[in-house]
């Protein structure tokens, strides 16, 4: 991660640094889950085991046919979920403080919140087991476009459909944030604006101030990194 920030900092635009770091905190918290090794013996539960969480999920049956994971790799997920959030939710201070675990060196608190409301899609300020298998789905096994539509929902704060400069300094002011003493160059008053005129100038197509999702798409899908990026999930389960 402080490689990425030396050598590509100044020369990417804020949309390639906000996406890989969606890449890589959701990494760090499948493994903090222990779901990123899949290799699980045969004694795998053939069911939820209910008795001693608040929260029921949905049947696995239900949650194969919505998701993209096999029963198999349900299981495993719900395990790794069950184990450290027993309740069967996560609100967000517990979000929060799982995330300061990554990132110890800065203030994750602000990311941690906005990546907590991309995966609250019910906005009942808590996210369940299917909450997070749904949002798991798209950016594990769904397409370009499915994996890059999350990630505008992510910086689309209000969710009016466009990400506005105002939104895009919230998110690019918490990424410096979290990263801490490991951002490159040091923290500047002026850094996080001028990276958020830098992705305005590439992404804000038709200079009305605003980037939509088709306009994001499209950029992203022009930039070589963004698309390494994005394969970096394929095949981790």
Not at 72 to 93: A, T
Not at 130 to 159: M, P
Request: proline residues 2%.
């Amino acid at each position: 991660m402080h490689l990425f920030f030396r050598d590509k900092w100044e020369v990417e635009g804020l949309q390639t640094v906000g996406i890989l770091l969606v890449v890589c905190s959701s990494l760090k918290l499948m493994h903090f889950l222990g779901l990123i090794d899949i290799s699980v013996a045969d004694s795998v539960e053939d069911d939820f085991e209910l008795s001693t969480v608040c929260h029921r999920p949905e049947s696995m049956d239900k949650l194969e046919e919505q998701t993209k994971f096999t029963k198999k790799e349900l299981q495993v997920l719900y395990r790794g979920f069950k184990n450290e959030c027993p309740s069967g939710v996560v609100n967000e201070e517990n979000f929060k403080n799982i995330y300061s675990q990554f990132f110890p060196q800065g203030d994750s608190s602000m990311y941690a919140h906005f990546l907590f409301e991309a995966f609250d899609t019910n906005k009942n300020g808590s996210v369940s087991f299917e909450d997070f298998v749904f949002g798991l789905s798209i950016i594990l096994r769904g397409t370009i476009n499915d994996r890059l539509n999350w990630a505008f929902n992510l910086y689309d704060l209000n969710k009016d459909g466009c990400i506005t400069k105002e939104e895009m300094l919230d998110i690019m002011k918490s990424i410096y944030d979290m990263m801490g003493k490991y951002t490159y160059p040091t923290m500047m008053d002026d850094a996080p604006r001028e990276h958020v005129e830098s992705f305005f100038q590439k992404m804000d197509q038709n200079r009305d101030g605003v980037v939509t999702i088709d306009e994001f798409i499209d950029s992203c899908k022009k930039d070589e990194n963004i698309m390494q990026s994005m394969q970096l999930f394929d095949n981790v389960i």
